[in-house]
């Protein structure tokens, strides 16, 4: 028998109104996606308008007069005379014999696949088997590799394409991709990208017989660089292995890398900066938000409806849509300028904590900074502090900055040293090691001492790794 009952419960919750959601969202924004937003309410929103700049004075020439000339006087005026203008630039656009076009840039990339399947016409392939291989091409990664076993690109083909295929036929097919341009292409790894290169090459060759043995047999010992046990297990002199060593150095372990596709998207993908920050001769730091984005108020028409006063029905919902309307502008143009305040506010305060850097822009000279040292000075929010930096990048005289690389913990019992110094004084002492004899963390950890930054070994070794150097045994040359 069930029983019925009422119990009350207490519950602690944090709710977010839409419109704090709304501005988290916008905050995160970087420069050009927030352009493109203020674009799209303005197209979307008839009581959003963009503030217009006088252009009376440029419209007007010396004399005061008009502006009219055509886009095609324009252009003429870049020749000395008639004799000098191209034909078709005498033909008027409004001609209906005009058949001229302004040439444009047309995107003529190829991507490394299309230059992979380019090579597949040599062979007498089935459309069957074209299609495997297209999948198997489908699969290498941006170095060469291929990613997926037999099986898994067997039920590729039979998800994607909707043919089933036996294993052993993608098998053929990987064995035909590797047979392509560059060598190396579809290994599974490095070890059988190089033994892929070293197979086109003169097998009569002592060096390169060497060198596919070591690969093949001692790899792993190789990796280590444990060069001496290999010589003792293969009986090798020091010059017989500095030749097949030699030989192994010319090989490449990125083979995609080889495939030049010049493409159109990785030529247009760059960062484009938040902020602008500019240090005058006197040592003063300006700083402005980059980017074009208007002035926003709201159109004057939408300020003069009355839904109260509304004499009918129709013109009553006339006045309630071009209210709501107005609101959602009026909300967008706050959310706006809450925006650039508070990234002005951020910056401000990143260049207040740190002054050293803002005047030689060495990451040597960072300060520890964590968000709460920000949120100190402004009283913002750590979520709101942290949704501003992200994917932030500001514009220096020494380059570019993501603002998430200026803020690091404070390293060392005292915590006065930021990361970014250790890792660059590790980085100096690395560059500056010999190559014969690198320097274990150890040493590099006394030498850190010896510059005042008392930090354990551990750290240094961590560091290390996070900067990209092996141990020392693997540095050794």
């Known amino acids: 028998m069930q029983e019925l009952g009422l119990s009350q419960q207490q519950q602690m919750?944090?709710?977010?109104?839409?419109?704090?959601?709304?501005?988290?969202?916008?905050?995160?924004?970087?420069?050009?996606?927030?352009?493109?937003?203020?674009?799209?309410?303005?197209?979307?929103?008839?009581?959003?308008?963009?503030?217009q700049s006088p252009e009376a004075e440029l419209?007007?020439?010396?004399?005061?007069?008009?502006?009219?000339?055509?886009?095609?006087?324009?252009?003429?005026?870049?020749?000395?005379?008639?004799?000098?203008?191209?034909?078709?630039?005498?033909?008027?656009?409004?001609?209906?014999?005009?058949e001229y076009r302004e040439p444009t840039a047309i995107d003529e990339s190829i991507s490394a696949d299309e230059l992979l399947m380019a090579q597949l016409a040599d062979f007498d392939l089935t459309d069957i088997q074209r299609e495997i291989a297209r999948y198997v091409i489908g699969n290498i990664d941006s170095n060469g590799y291929l990613t997926r076993s037999a099986n898994e690109i067997a039920d590729d083909i039979a998800m994607g394409a909707g043919v089933y295929v036996e294993p052993d036929q993608v098998c053929e097919a990987i064995?035909?991709?590797?047979?392509?341009?560059?060598?190396?292409?579809?290994?599974?790894?490095?070890?059988?990208?190089?033994?892929?290169?070293?197979q086109r090459r003169d097998p009569a060759d002592e060096a390169t017989a060497r060198a596919t043995e070591i690969v093949r047999d001692r790899f792993d010992l190789f990796s280590r660089k444990r060069f001496d046990k290999i010589k003792e297990a293969m009986q090798l002199s020091d010059e017989q292995f500095a030749h097949a060593l030699r030989v192994i150095t010319t090989l490449n372990p990125k083979p995609a890398s080889s495939l030049?596709?010049?493409?159109?998207?990785?030529?247009?993908?760059?960062?484009?900066?938040?902020?602008?920050?500019?240090?005058?001769?006197?040592?003063?730091?300006?700083?402005?938000?980059?980017?074009?984005?208007?002035?926003?108020?709201?159109?004057?028409?939408?300020?003069?409806?009355?839904?109260?006063?509304?004499?009918?029905?129709?013109?009553?919902?006339?006045?309630?849509?071009?209210?709501?309307?107005?609101?959602?502008?009026?909300?967008?143009?706050?959310?706006a300028h809450r925006r650039s305040a508070t990234l002005m506010a951020v910056i401000e305060a990143i260049i207040r904590l740190q002054p050293e850097f803002f005047h030689s822009f060495d990451r040597a000279d960072l300060r520890p900074m964590v968000l709460r040292n920000i949120q100190e000075l402004t009283g913002l929010d750590l979520s709101v502090i942290s949704r501003a930096t992200a994917s932030k990048y500001m514009m220096t005289p020494q380059g570019m900055f993501a603002l998430k690389s200026l803020f690091s913990e404070?390293?060392?019992?005292?915590?006065?040293?930021?990361?970014?110094?250790?890792?660059?004084?590790?980085?100096t002492i690395i560059s500056a090691e010999d190559s014969a004899n690198p320097l274990s963390d150890a040493d590099i950890c006394q030498q850190l001492k010896n510059k005042g930054m008392d930090v354990a070994r551990r750290t240094v070794a961590k560091y290390r790794e996070r900067l990209g150097f092996p141990i020392a045994r693997l540095r050794r040359n």
């Open 59 to 98: 419209r007007a020439d010396d004399e005061g007069n008009e502006f009219n000339e055509s886009a095609e006087d324009l252009q003429r005026a870049d020749f000395a005379n008639d004799d000098d203008i191209p034909s078709y630039r005498l033909n008027s656009p409004s001609d209906p014999n005009y």
């Open 260 to 335: 030049e596709t010049f493409d159109s998207d990785d030529r247009l993908r760059h960062i484009v900066p938040d902020y602008n920050v500019d240090v005058s001769d006197d040592g003063q730091v300006t700083v402005q938000l980059a980017g074009r984005v208007p002035e926003l108020v709201i159109e004057q028409s939408f300020n003069i409806s009355d839904e109260a006063t509304a004499p009918n029905r129709r013109d009553r919902e006339a006045a309630a849509f071009i209210r709501a309307r107005r609101d959602e502008a009026a909300e967008f143009i706050d959310m």
């Open 175 to 198: 064995d035909l991709v590797r047979s392509l341009d560059p060598a190396g292409i579809a290994a599974r790894d490095l070890r059988d990208c190089l033994l892929l290169q070293l």
């Open 410 to 427: 404070g390293v060392g019992d005292d915590g006065a040293t930021s990361s970014h110094a250790i890792e660059q004084a590790i980085r």
């Open 13 to 51: 919750r944090l709710r977010l109104n839409p419109k704090q959601v709304r501005f988290g969202r916008v905050l995160e924004m970087s420069a050009p996606e927030f352009e493109d937003e203020v674009r799209r309410a303005i197209d979307e929103n008839p009581a959003l308008e963009e503030v």
